[in-house]
């Protein structure tokens, strides 16, 4: 599996978003050798995943489906 350059995870990292399921996660994707990017879920929103994350702050992005078309 050489040839992966990155990993997206599409949401739903934890149950119920909550600090420590958050830094297991964390945890769990340090581990990876590769970047990985994730989408965060109704389950990982609204929670502590900004106080986690480094910068304080959550990425928020919009796709289109013509860019994951592409993709």
């Not at 990155?6 to 119920?16: K, P, W």
């Not at 990876?32 to 900004?50: C, E, M, Q, R």
């Not at 910068?55 to 013509?66: D, F, I, L, R």
Request: glycine share 10%.
């Amino acid at each position: 599996m050489n040839d992966i350059a990155f990993v997206v995870l599409t949401g739903d990292i934890t149950e119920l978003g909550t600090d420590a399921e958050i830094k297991l996660a964390k945890d769990i994707l340090s581990e990876l050798k590769v970047p990985y990017y994730i989408i965060a879920g109704n389950h990982d929103t609204g929670w502590s995943f900004g106080e986690l994350d480094g910068n304080g702050t959550m990425a928020q992005c919009n796709v289109t489906c013509e860019v994951l078309r592409k993709v």
